[in-house]
Structure formats: C-alpha cells, structure tokens
C-alpha cells in the first residue's frame, strides 16, 4: 500500500469526530507545504512491537546527532492520540519558542518545545497553529 493509502485509512480508522479534523488539518498541512514529501510511520519498531502512535508526517529535514551521526526525518508530524491530536514541529533549535509564543493565543492546547497536543480543531485557533508550522518551515 501507498503513503498516501496508508494515511487515508489511518485517517478514516478515526472516531468521526477525530477524523473531520484530522481531515482537515491534513488539507491544511498540504496547502501549507504543497507537493512536500509524505510519510507514513505506523508506530511499531523493527521488531513489530508499537512504540508510539501512528504518524503522518510532512516534508522532510536532517536531524543531526551529538555522535555526528544524522537521520532524515519528516519536519511537520500529525498524530492522533487517546485525547485528541497532536502537531509535532521539529527542528526548531529554541526550545522554549513554540510554548512563549503561542501558547497562550492557541487556545486550549498543550504546547511543548516542539508538540501542540489539543482535543478538537474547534478548541484552537486555527490560524495560530498555521502561524506556528509556518515558523517551525522557515526555522
């Protein structure tokens, strides 16, 4: 199966509320980064165990190792979670940025050094989180 595929069904596998929002923030992503690079990680390791949830991931960026090893990895994630979604920023060497920043024009949102965790799209102010995923492209 495709990414693409993939995440079409990860997204349809949703609650219906989840995944009109899901849906949505999919579209938005894409609009926001058109013909970026897709991924699609399941959440399971090598040896087929799940170590996190599904992830959808947008555009790409190198992650460099303080061992000087580096890995290529998506730069914008989206992942549904027990309580709503989570947008993950990587990349974004300010740690502390994402959380001064937008955390308290969001709205109800959870925000870490690189997670914005929220229950429903309705719960946040759309804008700011484009706002956000914009900042972390250009970091």
Same mark, same amino acid.
């Given at each position: 199966m495709d990414i693409e595929a993939q995440i079409e069904q990860y997204i349809a596998g949703q609650s219906v509320s989840k995944r009109i929002d899901m849906q949505a923030l999919h579209q938005i992503i894409l609009q926001l980064m058109p013909g970026c690079k897709l991924w699609f990680l399941d959440g399971k390791n090598s040896a087929g165990k799940t170590v996190s949830n599904p992830n959808i991931g947008y555009g790409s960026h190198t992650i460099n190792y303080a061992d000087? $090893?580096? $890995?290529? #990895?998506y730069q914008i994630g989206l992942s549904a979670n027990t309580t709503g979604m989570s947008v993950y920023i990587l990349g974004i060497k300010d740690k502390s940025? @994402?959380?001064?920043? #937008?955390?308290? $024009?969001?709205g109800k949102a959870s925000v870490t050094g690189y997670c914005i965790k #929220? $229950?429903? @799209?309705k719960d946040i102010n759309i804008d700011v989180l484009e706002e956000a995923i914009l900042y972390g492209l250009k970091s």
């Open positions: 000087g $090893k580096t $890995k290529v #990895f940025y @994402l959380a001064q920043t #937008f955390a308290e $024009k969001i #929220f $229950k429903a @799209l």
